[in-house]
């Protein structure tokens, strides 16, 4: 009968053992489980920050090549902000406009869209040479929150997704 008596707790140690190993495994699921989740809404962010800096920078390639706002000759260097064409897409115009020039004979266009009824941003950068002189260079940097939270962020967290082309 001694036997007997030294076995009586096996059980009940085989029993803990074994919901501990479950409970470890529970929690690495639901721990890959949030991450995934995690993932994912980021990716969607990703995606609408890609896609306002691809319609910015389509809008501006429009607005340079057929509409021809951003020509050189039509500028000087007392051109202030406020005088530049703004340009627009889809008959809304762009949130803001800066002109500075530097890089000796090369002007640079800052425009920032404000697109998806308000919700997402892009900022688009153009620099232009002067005439028959060198390469034009657009620069889109889109983000997955709205103008106002790009100008102050104030510690939001936001995606952004960049662009560029040359011609």
Do not use: W
Request: hydrophobic share 45%; with cysteine.
């Amino acid at each position: 009968m001694a036997i007997k008596k030294s076995q009586r707790g096996f059980a009940l140690l085989i029993a803990v053992i074994f919901m501990s190993v479950m409970l470890f495994l529970g929690l690495a699921l639901s721990s890959i489980g949030y991450k995934q989740q995690v993932l994912a809404s980021e990716a969607v962010e990703s995606q609408y920050a890609f896609y306002a800096a691809d319609a910015a920078l389509e809008c501006a390639l429009f607005a340079d090549q057929r509409q021809n706002l951003f020509d050189y000759a039509s500028h000087s260097a007392n051109v202030h902000p406020e005088s530049i064409t703004t340009v627009a897409c889809a008959d809304v115009p762009a949130y803001a406009t800066e002109l500075s020039y530097s890089y000796g004979a090369t002007m640079v266009i800052k425009e920032r869209f404000s697109l998806d009824a308000g919700k997402r941003c892009a900022d688009v950068t153009v620099y232009k040479p002067a005439p028959n002189t060198g390469i034009t260079y657009l620069f889109s940097q889109g983000y997955d929150v709205s103008c106002s939270v790009v100008a102050s962020p104030s510690g939001a967290r936001f995606v952004s997704r960049g662009l560029g082309v040359h011609y």
